[in-house]
């Protein structure tokens, strides 16, 4: 069978790559490897200068052109890694870059990467509408397209990722890669089956953007929604990376939000790293399916670490509400003098440390001469909460959890 990229064509990427983008580390994941049942390996791509894997497709890309390309300067089109990953290596190779992003992308990504130096064009509501844009300023300028990921150079410079892993764990017997337009996948798959015949490739989407899963399934499912893991929100496949997917890779999953939340929530709490919403679709396939890797040795990939803090801190305490570790209680009281110290003290002498009370009086469903108050607490884990639950009762209180998730 001949594919459009070879493990040659990677070999040769890596000579490009060597000493101008950063070989991350593999490394083993004791604390995740506990929680999965699996032996986890993690190849930290948010290392890189842009804190993306982007960075080794695009200068392969960038590295290719001829002097009469350079000199005419380059357009690409991304909402976030593959922007910073072209414009900070154009910057480098003094290559005029132009990036078209969606009128609402993030200020922080937008200055990001102008500060690479790159002229930065908003155009559209969606990607989508970014790329019809690039393509006319590409062909009006005259500029050559930098494609995030349908492009033969950019597949093969991804494809270092794979060969760098196998280095430094050669027994991986799975790899889980997150997909969006595959070109990270249809790498790796090329270096990790010329290293490694037998390995297992699993590509990961989210459950709201299954373009590739589409391809391959002859299925037409939607591609829309807002996501956390917006790096591989594509709502089209492209068509080398379908074609190298098809051959190589053994299997494309699909992984809910409440996965992807918990599996970032996991890398900045276990491993200490931050990993993007994509960066983390790895891990979310392997908690969604842990028998099907146990006792087996995973690579996973973490593409990117740029997430909003904001994020990251909504994430945190979502963890924690959903671990119940954070967790609130609604009372029905007494108006009166000394009701509220006495909650206060019974809640500290069980172990709970109140983080927020909210006290109503003027609702018609309270007593005129009641209250209602709204505790929320920490607790150490879910059944040190319901350790807690059951002693208010015990101790005369007309008290009910609170589940804030479910509007109760």
Not at 157 to 174: C, R, V
Request: net charge negative; with cysteine; glycine share 8%.
């Amino acid at each position: 069978m001949t594919l459009p990229v070879t493990p040659a064509d990677v070999t040769a990427a890596r000579e490009v790559l060597a000493g101008a983008v950063l070989r991350t580390p593999t490394l083993p994941a004791p604390r995740l490897s506990a929680i999965t049942g699996a032996h986890v390996f993690v190849k930290y791509e948010n290392l890189q200068v842009t804190a993306s894997f982007k960075e080794r497709g695009a200068l392969n890309k960038l590295a290719s052109l001829s002097p009469q390309e350079r000199a005419a300067g380059v357009v690409a089109m991304s909402a976030g890694n593959h922007a910073q990953a072209v414009a900070y290596h154009a910057a480098r190779l003094g290559i005029r870059a132009t990036i078209v992003m969606p009128k609402h992308t993030p200020i922080v990504k937008v200055a990001a990467t102008e500060a690479h130096g790159a002229r930065v064009v908003l155009h559209g509501e969606s990607v989508g509408d970014a790329s019809v844009e690039a393509d006319r300023i590409a062909r009006e300028e005259s500029l050559v397209w930098v494609h995030p990921y349908d492009d033969a150079f950019v597949i093969a410079g991804q494809g270092s990722i794979a060969a760098e892993m196998l280095e430094d764990a050669p027994d991986l017997d799975a790899l889980l890669v997150p997909v969006g337009g595959g070109g990270l996948i249809s790498g790796i798959a090329l270096a990790a089956r010329a290293a490694r015949p037998q390995i297992e490739i699993v590509g990961v989407e989210t459950t709201l953007y299954p373009s590739m899963w589409n391809a391959l399934h002859q299925q037409d499912l939607p591609c829309d929604g807002a996501t956390l893991a917006e790096g591989i929100a594509v709502k089209q496949a492209g068509a080398l990376t379908r074609e190298i997917v098809s051959a190589l890779v053994s299997d494309v999953v699909l992984v809910n939000e409440p996965t992807i939340e918990r599996a970032v929530n996991l890398f900045l709490t276990q491993q200490k790293t931050l990993a993007e919403g994509a960066g983390a679709a790895g891990l979310a396939a392997l908690l969604a399916e842990p028998e099907r890797y146990r006792g087996r040795n995973v690579g996973l990939v973490v593409s990117g670490g740029n997430i909003d803090p904001r994020i990251v801190a909504s994430i945190m305490m979502r963890e924690l509400e959903r671990e119940e570790r954070i967790v609130s209680f609604r009372f029905s009281m007494l108006d009166r003098p000394g009701e509220l110290g006495l909650i206060s003290t019974l809640l500290g002498s069980l172990g709970a440390n109140i983080l927020e009370v909210e006290h109503k009086r003027h609702f018609l469903d309270v007593h005129a001469k009641g209250a209602r108050l709204d505790v929320t607490v920490e607790t150490r884990d879910r059944q040190h909460a319901e350790d807690v639950y059951k002693a208010l009762i015990e101790n005369g209180m007309d008290v009910v959890r609170v589940d804030w998730h479910s509007g109760a």
